[in-house]
């Protein structure tokens, strides 16, 4: 592991407007932006989907507490997926930032956040061994890190653009480019995962799996914009993706269909 790395910049511009919140302290999400559970177009929700309705289930205390994450957990180079893997030069491929604040439904910053993102390398290739596409493992490239969110609920990281790949959906099914998201609340129980898709992508209308979701505006929230004011010149392009953990606004979660 290279442990010669520079600092990154921070990228951030200022912040967004905040959400005018409604009358009343409880903003209910909006269930209708969720894709069905049982989408034949999407092969592998017919045998994975439920056919019953959904059991609601009191969380108890170890579900909603604990454990608590602080900077001394992670390393000086787990936000910088170009060089946290690196063993003789950087890995292949477009380098681009990627950055956004982790926001409650009110637009107010949530810290001390633990985001966690993985991805497959420039060619569309994961770093597992379950993975067989023909692509090339990048030697010098991990696919994964991590960040905490600072006080305005704030994350950045440094990677190298994920590639397409072919997946065995129908005779030529492709998932466009994207990198997966976890955030951790204050436990486990409560950790959320999405994925962020790239602005301009022209795999997004055909993508089996995100045309499921069947609200537009939903799907437009998964796709990072292009942020030029946040790129470095003749290094990295950037692309801005915020995460809002609910409301009418909240990002769609993979992990939590029936609203969180």
């Not at 809002?244 to 769609?252: I, K």
Request: proline share 10%; hydrophobic share 35%; glycine share 10%.
């Amino acid at each position: 592991m290279n442990a010669q790395a520079p600092a990154l910049r921070d990228p951030r511009l200022n912040a967004p407007e905040p959400f005018t919140p409604r009358d009343g302290g409880f903003f209910q999400r909006d269930r209708a932006i969720h894709p069905p559970a049982y989408a034949p177009g999407y092969k592998s929700s017919v045998l994975r989907s439920p056919r019953q309705p959904l059991l609601s289930l009191e969380s108890s205390v170890s579900e909603i507490t604990g454990p608590a994450f602080g900077h001394n957990d992670l390393g000086p180079l787990d936000n910088d997926l170009i060089r946290n893997y690196a063993k003789d030069g950087d890995p292949v491929g477009e380098r681009i930032i990627v950055h956004g604040r982790v926001l409650d439904e009110t637009g107010r910053g949530v810290p001390n956040t633990l985001v966690e993102f993985w991805q497959a390398n420039a060619g569309g290739r994961y770093r597992h061994r379950k993975d067989t596409y023909l692509a090339p493992i990048d030697p010098n490239f991990g696919g994964c890190g991590r960040a905490l969110t600072d006080d305005t609920g704030y994350y950045y990281f440094r990677t190298v653009k994920p590639g397409p790949y072919p997946w065995r959906n129908f005779v030529n099914s492709w998932r466009p480019a994207h990198i997966h998201f976890s955030v951790f609340g204050s436990g486990f129980a409560q950790r959320l995962i999405t994925q962020m898709y790239f602005e301009g992508d022209p795999l997004i209308p055909v993508c089996p799996i995100l045309t499921t979701i069947p609200d537009k505006g939903a799907l437009d929230r998964l796709v990072a914009p292009l942020d030029l004011n946040a790129s470095t010149p003749f290094d990295s392009l950037a692309y801005r993706f915020d995460i809002v953990l609910r409301g009418q606004r909240s990002t769609y979660f993979e992990n939590r269909p029936e609203g969180n």
